[in-house]
């Protein structure tokens, strides 16, 4: 028996949030995202009041689009 505690699992609203600090980070830093299988920028992004999930703007896209269909893809370290 290991005298650890179990890791403590994250609910969704955790998660969703991360993958908007990971959002907000990749506009920071210009790095792409994945959208639609294509390598793209984000242009801005902003959270209306009363909303649960922020919208997104994606460079060449005329709609904004929600941050569940951005993959944040791995920078080489």
Same mark, same amino acid.
């Given at each position: 028996m290991? #005298?650890?505690?179990?890791?403590?699992?994250? @609910?969704?609203? +955790?998660?969703?949030d991360?993958?908007?600090?990971? /959002?907000?980070?990749?506009?920071?830093?210009?790095?792409?995202?994945?959208?639609? #299988?294509?390598?793209?920028? /984000? @242009?801005?992004?902003?959270?209306h009041?009363?909303?649960? +999930?922020m919208?997104?703007?994606? +460079?060449? +896209?005329a709609e904004?689009v929600?941050p569940?269909? /951005?993959?944040?893809?791995?920078?080489p370290?």
């Amino acid at each position: 028996m290991s #005298g650890r505690a179990p890791a403590p699992t994250e @609910s969704p609203r +955790e998660l969703a949030d991360q993958h908007d600090l990971r /959002i907000h980070r990749a506009k920071q830093l210009a790095r792409p995202i994945g959208y639609n #299988g294509t390598n793209r920028f /984000i @242009s801005g992004f902003c959270w209306h009041k009363g909303d649960a +999930e922020m919208t997104v703007y994606i +460079e060449g +896209e005329a709609e904004p689009v929600a941050p569940s269909a /951005i993959t944040i893809l791995e920078q080489p370290t």
